[in-house]
Nanobody, 114 residues
């Protein structure tokens, strides 16, 4: 059974930074495409960033140049570094692994507010 556990969310002022982490247990992490998604109240869940097993990355236009996704296969962990945060980045952020099956984490709240 694959389990994903996110951490690192919180309350931050506009312009601030946060780093989210997602630790994956079970399965073969190095083979997974990993992604960060977010869901704001009243909105659909949307892709934020993804990273392949080979390290290729993809970002939503709204976060390009501000967010960076990375992975550490030795630690079975994927990160999302978020800089220059805006109030519209407020959402629950979810980690997702994809290979033969899709797994989701439980989510971590990010609130950007002064």
């Amino acid at each position: 059974q694959v389990q994903l556990v996110e951490s690192g969310g919180g309350l931050v002022q506009p312009g601030g930074s946060l780093r989210l982490s997602c630790v994956v247990s079970g399965g073969r992490f190095s083979m997974y495409v990993m992604g960060w998604f977010r869901q704001a109240p009243g909105k659909q869940r949307e892709m934020v960033a993804t990273i392949t097993s080979g390290g290729s990355t993809n970002y939503a236009d709204s976060v390009k140049g501000r967010f960076t996704i990375s992975r550490d296969n030795a630690r079975n962990t994927v990160y999302l570094q978020m800089n220059s945060l805006k109030p519209e980045d407020t959402a629950v952020y979810y980690c997702r692994s994809t290979w033969a099956t899709i797994y989701w984490g439980q989510g971590t709240q990010v609130t950007v507010s002064s």
